[in-house]
């Protein structure tokens, strides 16, 4: 897996930017994704994939194992679509490499 040192090194790469404006590029676009589901909106990018932000309501589940009930918060589960681009650079990959 990708860290996020070797994301910086490969985009600042890639764009031909330093490695602080690179950081601090991914570091407004953190933010602004964040945002942007806080809000309630979903973030898209054409092509690459889209995130759709869905409130959940406080609920109670069980545990399976003790059968405990368990209260679970409200909270915000993302949703997320694959682009058409992405998906279609994904499947012409003929040697799938598996970890």
């Known amino acids: 897996m990708a860290g996020k040192e070797d ?3 490969r985009i600042a790469h890639k764009s031909g930017l330093t490695k602080k404006a690179t950081y ?3 570091e407004a676009f953190k933010d602004v994704l964040t945002e ?3 809000d309630g909106e ?3 990018i054409h092509g690459l994939l889209t995130l759709k932000p869905e ?3 406080e609920c109670i589940r069980y545990n399976p194992k003790t059968r405990e009930k368990v209260v679970v918060p409200p909270h915000i589960k993302v949703k997320t ?6 998906e ?5 990959v003929e040697d799938i490499q598996e970890d």
């Open 7 to 9: 994301i910086v090194t």
């Open 24 to 26: 601090k590029l991914m």
């Open 36 to 38: 942007t589901l806080l």
């Open 42 to 44: 979903r973030f898209h």
């Open 55 to 57: 409130y959940k309501e």
């Open 81 to 86: 679509v694959i682009g058409s681009e992405l």
């Open 88 to 92: 279609r650079a994904l499947f012409d």
